[in-house]
């Protein structure tokens, strides 16, 4: 089953507000949007090997009216990106399990529309789903820790163009969604960051 159709189950079937494994994924379905991921029990261990590092995607999705919208401004980003894999989606998350890591490192966290005037994602319905970026960023904070796990990111996954932190939306949403699960983030060298509960 592609990722949009178990999106639009999850629609149907999910209880609103709830985390539950439903068709082996790991669903947060809130008012605006669904978030999915791989259960769990599903996340790849860290590789032994730089060949082939394993990671996951996490997701989220606008209500089932709106995927066509979003499947058509998905061409207007950057080639070979998440966007081209899960067009219908509003955006995505990505965590490598490097070598000799004992945590998840965030890589990505990227829109996979660009809102215009005229365009299939108007600014009145990326208004609609404003915040998307917060939610994903918690959930997938919140799954780490309920791992009992930790998460490591470099200021530049947020920002490629600075090595600060706190210099883009990606970083402000970064910190709203720290802040309300209630966690920290501590600097652990020059521009590497950890997410940690309190």
Known sequence: MLKHEVAELAWKECKPGVTEDFHNHRVVKLPKFVILMPRLDHWPRPSRSLDRVPF?????????E???NFRRSSGSVEDNAPGERFPEAMGSVKLHFSPGQQRPSLTHVQGHFIPRMNGSVSRKLAKF???????????TISAVHDKGLEL???ASALNPWHRHLFFSPSAHDLNQAVKKLGAKISQVSEGKFLIHKD
């Open 66 to 68: 709106h995927f066509e």
């Open 56 to 64: 996951i995607e996490i997701i989220a999705y606008p209500k089932p």
């Open 129 to 139: 789903y404003g915040g998307w970026r917060v939610h994903l960023l918690k959930e």
């Open 152 to 154: 490591s990111f470099y």
